[in-house]
């Protein structure tokens, strides 16, 4: 039997990507409030983060609430929510399977994202003792996001080894599975309830090989 080297995402993967926005939101606000006097800022975010604008929250906000903005006030909230110190935990089932897998061989994380921001998150939730290679897309080049293959070929650098299978656990059909069903991983999309990603439409060859309602189905669904 091959050994597994398990590589997991990381938002809505092992911790609610929805706790991280609300989160810098309020950084954010903090920031609105003391540069231009303006409450409650964070409840506009959160609004539009329902609407499904996450990308354009903070455009949106300044819109309604700060007519006349300016670009250096939106880099400057953008930058607020980035650098802020996430308020964030691990899924109790992600919390378990690290254990798990941790026991088993060494772990891999690749995510997208904001290097900075994400390299806090990981800070915040305290991985990086857990797994032997980290690969942030970002640090790559905006071109190299996921699915682009070369992630996940930087990843196989690392952990893979004569009788080992690689294994990728995601949430996100769009983006998480093209590669690695390619390249010959086993794949789980884990399916969580209020996902930022929740209901992301499938590409072609994006379908993940098995489907989880928790992390603590893995070792039903691996075998393992």
């Known amino acids: 039997m091959t050994r597994l080297r398990i590589v997991f995402d990381l938002d809505d993967t092992l ?9 810098g939101f309020r950084a954010s606000a903090a920031w609105a409030k003391r540069t231009h006097g303006l409450s409650d ?6 609004h539009f983060l329902d609407q499904g604008h996450l990308g354009q929250s903070f455009r949106l906000a ?14 400057a909230i953008v930058a607020a929510y980035r650098t802020h110190e996430p308020d964030i ?15 088993q061989g060494p772990l891999g994380l690749l995510t997208d994202g904001n290097v900075e921001s994400q390299s806090r998150k990981v800070k915040a939730l305290a991985l ?6 980290i690969v942030y897309t970002g640090a790559l080049g905006r071109e190299f996001r996921k699915p682009h293959p070369r992630p996940f070929e930087v990843m ?3 952990l893979a080894e004569p009788g080992t299978t690689l294994v990728y656990v995601g949430d996100n059909p769009a983006r998480d599975f093209v590669s ?9 999309q884990v399916v969580r309830a209020g996902g930022i990603h929740d209901g992301a439409a499938r590409i072609a060859g ?10 603590r189905e893995l070792p039903e669904a691996l075998g393992r």
């Open 15 to 23: 911790y609610p990507e929805r706790s991280y926005a609300l989160s």
């Open 41 to 46: 800022l964070d409840r506009e975010l959160e």
């Open 62 to 75: 300044l819109e309604q609430r700060l007519p006349g903005y300016t670009a250096g006030d939106l880099e």
């Open 89 to 103: 935990a691990l899924f109790e089932d992600a919390r378990w399977a690290l254990d798990h897998y941790e026991a």
């Open 128 to 133: 990086e003792p857990r797994f032997r290679e």
């Open 156 to 158: 196989a650098a690392s």
């Open 180 to 188: 690695p069903n390619r390249m010959g991983w086993l794949t789980v």
């Open 206 to 215: 994006g379908d993940p090989q098995f489907t989880v309602a928790s992390l």
